[in-house]
């Protein structure tokens, strides 16, 4: 899968949904830790959009537990329909996703190296540094972090235009209320990658747009 434009995932933790994003989404984030028996509903897909296949830990927000993790991720690339794999940076950095990360290469699936800050954002030269470490073992790396001021929505842009002044692809978002406006701004400083829940009532991480309104949002700043 291509990240050299922006691409908008629609999250969801059932398949099902997936004609439902059609409209909006260039692809489906499909959140294995928070699905029902994830593998099958995988080899049961047959929708149209291409799937980023994330499961995450919960030491990470997400609810994933186990050894089985990681194996389940590396199953889940072999898989024709999935164009693109989350894991997350100190996963990658401990190397303990170099398994997941060559069978991915071999399979041609996009690797996003994500990481994200529940409870605040780090100043602007450790995050112009997680971006550069995350790139360095994927294709796209993800910043997300928690804003509590425009400040830090501020330095997170900054971020995200001087990594993308350097070449790298990332994908950033600061999550929270005060940092919404992220989510529909961000691609106009670089980044890649929006997320937004197919079921506005299903919202994966804090303050997600619905799919509808962040392309119209998207769409109308120019930021695809």
Do not use: C
């Not at 994330?54 to 999935?82: F, H, I, M, Q, S």
């Not at 060559?102 to 690797?111: C, F, I, K, S, Y």
């Not at 799919?211 to 769409?219: E, F, I, Y």
Request: glycine share 10%.
């Amino acid at each position: 899968m291509n990240f050299s434009s922006f691409r908008l995932a629609a999250s969801t933790a059932d398949l099902g949904e997936e004609p439902a994003a059609r409209e909006h989404a260039d692809l489906v984030e499909f959140r294995m830790d928070l699905a029902d028996e994830p593998l099958t509903q995988l080899s049961d897909y047959d929708g149209e959009l291409p799937l980023l296949v994330t499961n995450r830990p919960e030491w990470e927000g997400g609810e994933a537990a186990g050894a089985g993790r990681l194996a389940a991720l590396e199953a889940a690339v072999t898989d024709d329909a999935v164009g693109a794999v989350d894991v997350e940076l100190a996963t990658a950095r401990d190397g303990d996703a170099d398994g997941l990360i060559e069978t991915a290469r071999e399979h041609d699936v996009a690797v996003v190296v994500s990481t994200h800050d529940f409870e605040g954002t780090p100043g602007m030269g450790e995050l112009q540094e997680m971006l550069r470490e995350a790139v360095q073992f994927g294709d796209v790396g993800k910043l997300a972090v928690t804003a509590e001021t425009p400040d830090d929505v501020l330095d997170l842009l900054v971020a995200t235009r001087a990594a993308t002044v350097e070449g790298h692809t990332v994908a950033t978002m600061a999550m929270g209320e005060a940092g919404r406006h992220s989510r529909a701004v961000a691609p106009l400083y670089g980044s890649r990658i929006g997320y937004a829940p197919v079921e506005p009532t299903n919202a994966t991480a804090p303050g997600q747009y619905d799919l509808a309104t962040l392309a119209d949002l998207v769409a109308e700043l120019g930021g695809q």
